[in-house]
């Protein structure tokens, strides 16, 4: 028989695990109906690979690592934008973010998980939402690449993201309505460092201050090991509160595979 074996055994995989959710819940046929017709929407909505994500991504992610020691990665999630401009200061924002938005300035290295040295010129390219919970779509306010020096260090300075909701207006959301859950992501990071044009990570960093550390509706994203520590940091004037945060993010160098 012709077709892809990997596909077939997922397939069938998955339809007998799911069999044994029929079963054991009995599940009616009006319930399957009801199921599939949301299934419809979903995919007419272009949602379902974000339901797949909120499910399985972090599963998947934390079943495929191969870099023993590094950093745990992370989602990309939808709003990534490329081409950010790169911050030579290291400061995001290049408007006022408001004379209330809290400032954060995190610093660290990007260090080889291999020979625990620092990685000079690693570039960072980072992107969140504001202390609304919002991110800029149109532009970069946030949103910027830093580089490491010498020694694999940098320094960013940005506005303290906020806990934001997603789907309040999609099928997603509408299922986690009729589920009595929540559809919010805890406020977060999102870092993707590559070393020589090769992406070697991608993850969030999670703010202490987020009140869903123990609920972001991504199953799996929130872990201890990216829970960032805040420190108050003196104040600047016309500025909203200063907080200051170090991580080093441990990288296991991959290098591009040649085209055989
Ligand atoms: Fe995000």
Known sequence: MSGDPR????????VAALRTVVTDM???????HLA?????????SGMFPSLLDVAFAMTSIDASRTDKGGTRPNLEGPYYMAKAPLRAD???????????????????????????????????DIWHADHHGIYDRQGFFLRGKVRTDADGRYVLRTVVPNDY?????????????????????AAHIHVK?????????MTQLFIPLSQLLDSDYVVGAVSDDLVLTLKDAP???GQGPQYAAQFDFRVKQRVLQAAK
């Open 90 to 124: 290291g400061t995001l924002f290049d408007r006022s973010p408001g004379a209330d938005a809290p400032i954060l300035t995190l610093s660290g290295r990007v260090v080889d998980v291999d020979t625990g040295r620092g990685i000079a010129g690693a570039e960072l």
């Open 165 to 185: 909701s997603e789907h309040d207006h999609d099928p997603i959301g509408e299922l986690f309505r009729a589920l009595g859950q929540d559809n919010q992501r």
């Open 7 to 14: 596909l077939r055994e997922i397939w069938e995989r998955s």
């Open 235 to 237: 104040p600047v004037a």
């Open 193 to 201: 460092i590559h070393v020589d044009g090769v992406e070697q990570l």
């Open 26 to 32: 009995k599940i009616t046929e009006d319930e399957l």
């Open 36 to 44: 599939g017709r949301y299934f419809n929407r979903l995919g007419q």
